[in-house]
């Protein structure tokens, strides 16, 4: 499996042959100018995971690309969601995956978990959220959470961390690591930090949940294995 983290929440995956893109965000453009995409796969309808405004380019560049998102995605990009004032561009051929739902990819299995977005605040409404997690035979399992740390999934080889956002903080953060319990964790959700604070935080969460933490900005495409590091 190999991961690059292309800013904030946006992580593209190559793994069983298929390239699929997490949560193209409005926060960093490094993912703009992808090709050969498999699949975009879609956690909720924040504009920092989900950018209304260079997602059609990227599908129009990805043709034959899977969109696989949160049901209030495709409901609100068929024009039939109520309420929530959040702006979705067209997204044709999406498929809906609540949670508990497997989207097969060739011979990668999407499966959603979760459900709703964190709580930001109790006068905000919660917003639905699901978290993927993607295997493939022969491959590590990797699950990014989106914006929530209710799903804590059994058999995760490679996590996605959030670092930061009005709706988590270190704590919480560091329990739910020890809940997934990974072999190999990087750090995501990061995109209002700046350097050193970066640095603090995936500190900070490695040492109290006992798992290395890297930061992949600006590294490019990183290879994980199935093996738990030492």
Known sequence: MRITHLGHAAVLVETGGYSLLIDPGNIDPAWHELTGLNAVLLTHLHPDHLDPEHLPALLAANPGAQIV???SIVEAAAGTATGGGATVPELPGAVAS???????????????????????????????????????PGEPTLFHPGDSYAATPDGVDVLAVPLWGPWAKVGETVDFVRAVDPSHAFAIHDGHLAD?????????????????????????????PLERQA
């Open 69 to 71: 998102g949160e049901p």
């Open 98 to 136: 609540a949670p508990g739902e497997t989207t097969a990819l060739g011979e990668v299995q999407v499966t959603a978990v979760g459900g709703r977005h964190a709580v930001v605040h109790p006068d905000l409404p919660q917003i639905g959220n699901v978290g993927f997690v993607i295997s493939a």
């Open 196 to 224: 050193r604070g970066r640095a603090l935080v995936i500190g900070r969460i490695g040492a109290m949940a006992s798992v290395a933490v890297h930061d992949l900005n600006g590294q490019g495409p990183v290879s994980f």
